[in-house]
C-alpha cells in the first residue's frame, strides 16, 4: 500500500507543479517555462517517492516497465488507479484555489492546463507527437533501470526527459506524455473532455513502441526484474 499512497501523493505534485504553472503563470512563463515546472516537478517527486514506488507517476511509464520485465504486472493495475487518482487530487487541489481567487489576472489559462489539440493540429499530428515524447520520456526511464546506471542521476535524466518532451508537444496538444496527467485536469474542470481519448491512447502506444525499441536496442537478455 506505500507504494500506491506514494504514486498518488507524487502525481498529485506532478499536476500541482506542472498544471499549477501553466494555470497560474502560463502566460507570463510561456512554453519554456511550463516545460520547466513540469520537469523540474518530476525531479522533485522521483527524490521523495523514487525510493518507495520508482516514482512512475505516469500509466505509460509503468506499462513500459512491466512490458520489459522490469516491473511486477500484478500490480500495474494497481498504480494505474493510484496515479489517475492522484493526478485527480490534484486537479481538485487547483480547481479549490482557482475557484477562490477573484483576480482574473492571475488564470490567465482557462484551459485549466488540459489537454487540446491547437488550431490546425490535426488529431494524426498531435497523435504522433504524444507518441514520440511518451516514447522519448519512456525510452530514458527504461535507460535508468540498467544495472550500469548510476541511479543518483535517475531525478534529474527523466526530470529533462520530461522537460524536451514538454518542449515539443506543449504547442501542439499542451503535452500530455501522461494518461492520467491528462485525466485529472479534464475530469475535475470539465473542459476538452472530448479528446481526452487521445492523449489516453497516444502516450500507451509510445510507452509500447519504446520497450520493443529498447528491447530491440539492448534485447530482453539484459532485462534486470525489479520492482520498480
Known amino acids: 500500500m506505500k507504494s ?10 506532478l499536476i500541482i507543479g506542472g498544471c499549477g504553472a501553466a494555470i497560474f503563470a502560463g502566460g507570463s512563463l510561456g512554453v ?4 520547466l515546472a513540469f520537469g523540474l516537478s518530476l525531479t522533485v517527486v522521483a527524490i521523495l517517492i523514487g525510493g518507495i514506488s520508482g516514482a512512475h507517476v505516469n500509466p505509460a511509464v509503468t506499462i513500459a516497465l512491466a512490458l520489459s520485465g522490469k516491473f511486477p504486472w500484478n500490480k ?15 486537479a481538485l487541489i487547483l480547481f479549490t484555489v482557482v475557484s477562490n481567487v477573484t483576480n482574473s ?13 491547437s488550431g490546425g493540429v490535426s488529431t494524426i499530428a498531435g497523435a504522433i507527437i504524444e507518441i514520440v515524447m511518451t516514447m ?14 548510476s541511479q543518483s542521476a535517475t531525478p534529474v535524466a527523466i526530470g529533462i526527459a ?11 496538444t499542451g503535452a500530455s506524455i501522461n494518461p492520467a496527467r491528462s485525466i485529472g485536469p479534464a475530469l475535475v474542470s470539465g473542459q476538452n473532455i472530448g479528446s481526452l481519448w487521445l492523449f489516453i491512447i497516444a502516450p500507451i ?8 525499441i529498447h528491447a530491440f536496442i539492448f534485447g530482453r537478455e539484459h532485462v534486470h526484474h525489479e520492482s520498480k
Open 4 to 13: 500506491y499512497l506514494a504514486e498518488l501523493i507524487g502525481t498529485a505534485l
Open 32 to 35: 519554456l517555462g511550463i516545460a
Open 76 to 90: 500495474v493495475l494497481g498504480y494505474i488507479v493510484a496515479q489517475v487518482v492522484g493526478a485527480i487530487v490534484g
Open 105 to 117: 489576472s492571475l488564470l490567465i489559462n482557462s484551459g485549466f492546463g488540459t489537454n487540446v489539440l
Open 136 to 149: 522519448v520520456l519512456c525510452l530514458v526511464v527504461l535507460a535508468t533501470t540498467r544495472s550500469s546506471w
Open 162 to 172: 520530461l522537460f524536451i518532451a514538454n518542449i515539443v508537444a506543449i504547442p501542439l
Open 205 to 212: 502506444f509510445g510507452a509500447v513502441l519504446a520497450y520493443f
